[in-house]
């Protein structure tokens, strides 16, 4: 049986903590291109077609939710399964998590102090 | 016992923009340390660049407190060289600078008079500033070149500046006057600038302010930063 590896597209600012996820994906088994911006995202997710996101909601400049909005409103990228991996706290993202999670189709949101890097991959092998 | 801490100048949001600061470096070791546990080798030069970067961001907020605790006496400045300040800076910076590819410049080359200042407390800023914007600078998507921050001294008409720039337009006055009131309350108040909360930037201004020096918006040779105005020292200026 063919195997064809899985592409993420890593929106994440800081580009240590992105090394370190980006590593660790890999190591998975997936293939994994990261972005700092929602600029770049949206141009990364054109050429690299990913099967999953994962995105921060705190950029610069644009943020995550702007960058959502946009990547939503491609007809191709409607179902790709998308994750927030993000520094905001349950409390402030359960406040808009209902238009979040309907709009948006946000498949999942991981509270960055709180999942490890175990998770972040189990979410990956969930999704994809 | 000590007299009460100005509220004004290391406030409460002071205190919630560092501790959520610091949040970053503890997710950063957390991660670089599980890749061991994925079978992976984890970067223990990185873990403790990342651990210094925290320490320094309290030790800086813990100088701030200080500072504002002193009488005018016994905050006596001394007669500093602006130039052995930044360079002490710069090799404090180096490791975080080179963990996030940032290229760090140190401009000291103009002769320049001593200024007065308290010397720590223009480090621990000078290292706060640069710090927060080495953090940020990778994420500018207006960058296109290689990320470079400047350490810099140079002279304006009011005195001697001592700051940190960049390829940044995006700071601004405007930017640095809005973050102020943003601070604390915000999660992120230097939104053009970073995806932080560029608690650095606000504990060094704390610093200065305790100091009573102004942060400012400042420009160099084409790059925009963050600096602050000494006054030269005109006792030594008569030897």
């Given amino acids: 049986m063919s195997h064809q590896t899985k592409r993420i597209l890593l929106l994440e600012p800081d580009s240590v903590l992105a090394g370190s996820l980006t590593a660790g994906l890999i190591n998975a088994g997936y293939d994994v291109q990261h972005v700092y911006s929602a600029q770049a995202a949206v141009s990364s997710a054109d050429r690299l077609k990913p099967d999953l996101v994962f995105c921060e909601l705190q950029l610069t400049a644009h943020s995550g939710i702007e960058f959502l909005y946009e990547f939503r409103s491609y007809s191709d990228w409607s179902v790709i399964p998308v994750v927030i991996y993000s520094s905001v706290p349950p409390v402030e993202f359960n406040a808009s998590r209902n238009g979040l999670t309907y709009d948006l189709k946000i498949s999942g949101y991981l509270y960055k102090p709180d999942t490890t890097l175990a998770e972040v991959i189990d979410w990956a092998n969930k999704l994809t | ?239």
């Fill in chain 2, 1 to 239: 016992m000590s007299s009460p801490i100005p509220g004004s100048t290391l406030s409460q949001q002071l205190l919630l923009s560092v501790a959520e600061q610091l949040k970053l470096p503890l997710i950063q070791i957390a991660r670089q340390a599980e890749l061991a546990a994925v079978g992976m080798t984890a970067d223990l030069t990185q873990i403790c660049t990342l651990a210094e970067n925290g320490l320094k961001l309290i030790d800086g907020y813990s100088l701030g407190l200080q500072l504002a605790n002193l009488s005018n006496y016994e905050l006596a400045p001394e007669a500093v060289s602006v130039a052995s300040v930044l360079y002490e800076a710069d090799e404090q910076l180096k490791a975080l600078a080179r963990l996030y590819n940032v290229e760090l410049e140190l401009n000291i080359s103009g002769r320049y008079e001593p200024v007065l200042a308290h010397r720590q407390g223009l480090q621990a800023a000078i290292v706060g500033l640069a710090s927060a914007l080495i953090e940020a600078l990778p994420a500018q998507a207006s960058v296109t070149s290689q990320t470079m921050l400047q350490l810099a001294t140079h002279r304006c008409r009011y005195g001697i500046v001592a700051g940190v720039y960049a390829n940044l337009p995006s700071l601004s006055s405007e930017a640095l006057r809005s973050g102020r009131r943003l601070y604390g309350r915000s999660r992120q108040p230097l939104v053009e600038i970073s995806h932080t909360g560029g608690a650095g930037i606000f504990v060094a201004d704390a610093i200065f302010k305790a100091m009573k020096l102004k942060l400012h918006v400042s420009r160099h040779h084409r790059l925009y930063g963050l600096g602050v105005v000494l006054q030269p020292s005109s006792q030594l200026a008569l030897v």
